[in-house]
């Protein structure tokens, strides 16, 4: 069974703070990992990375993958209120389907 | 270009009744997917559809059921609520040759 292991399950830091979510994987036939970020609504794609992209970033969130330690991370630097949302990991296996994991709540206080 | 639509926004159902969740998508992607979303639980894949004309099962399927009636649309369809189907429904669909999911903006179900 496919499983996604997301760290810390929740975590409040103080604007301007760098954060770092993890994200750990046991997937069959692993293709790619993605994250989202959900804030009252639908989950909104951030980033996919593959065995040929493992480093994506975008202003100030970036993220890794490490084939190796079957693992993750997502980092926020400079954070803002407007960063506060539960993100998500997803692994993409089998059939194309995604297994996600529970989720980090990230709060940004002012 | 409205993405992923979903269909009720909101509903409050009694034990026993029936519903069903209209999802479509105007981005012509192929693959269609429904996950409800639990608190503590993250999302649960229910249903998926590769290609219009078939569905298979995912993770929770019990209790539910489906329709891709064409390749915009994929429906879910609750035959008899309980109240363990409370829950935030999200309709999916997946960008060819990629594993990208763009979400709908969800139902949220009540089951009294």
């Known amino acids: 069974e496919d499983k996604v292991v997301q760290s810390p399950l929740s975590l409040v830091v103080h604007e301007g703070d760098t954060v770092t979510l993890n994200c750990s994987y046991e997937v069959t036939n692993f293709r790619s990992l993605l994250w989202y970020k959900q804030e009252k609504k639908a989950p909104t794609f951030l980033f996919m990375l593959t065995s040929s992209g493992i480093e994506k970033k975008s202003g100030r969130l970036s993220s890794i993958l490490d084939k190796k330690e079957l693992s993750s991370i997502l980092n926020i630097t400079a954070t803002q209120t407007g960063d506060s949302a539960i993100y998500l990991c997803a692994v993409g296996g089998s059939n194309y389907k995604l297994t996600f994991g529970k989720g980090t709540l990230l709060t940004v206080n002012p | 270009n409205a993405g992923v639509t979903q269909t009720p926004k909101f509903q409050v159902l009694k034990t026993g009744q029936s519903m069903t969740l209209q999802c479509a998508q105007d981005m012509n992607h192929n693959s269609m997917y429904w996950y409800r979303q639990d608190p503590g639980m993250g999302l649960r894949l229910i249903y998926y559809s590769a290609s219009e004309g078939t569905t298979d099962k995912g993770e929770v399927p019990n209790g539910y059921n489906v329709s891709r009636l064409n390749k915009r649309e994929f429906s879910l369809r609750l035959e008899s609520a309980a109240p363990s189907q409370t829950s935030v429904y999200f309709c999916?669909?997946?960008?060819?040759?990629?594993?990208?999911?763009?979400f709908g903006p969800g139902t949220r179900l009540t089951v009294l």
């Open positions: 999916a669909s997946r960008e060819d040759s990629t594993d990208t999911q763009y």
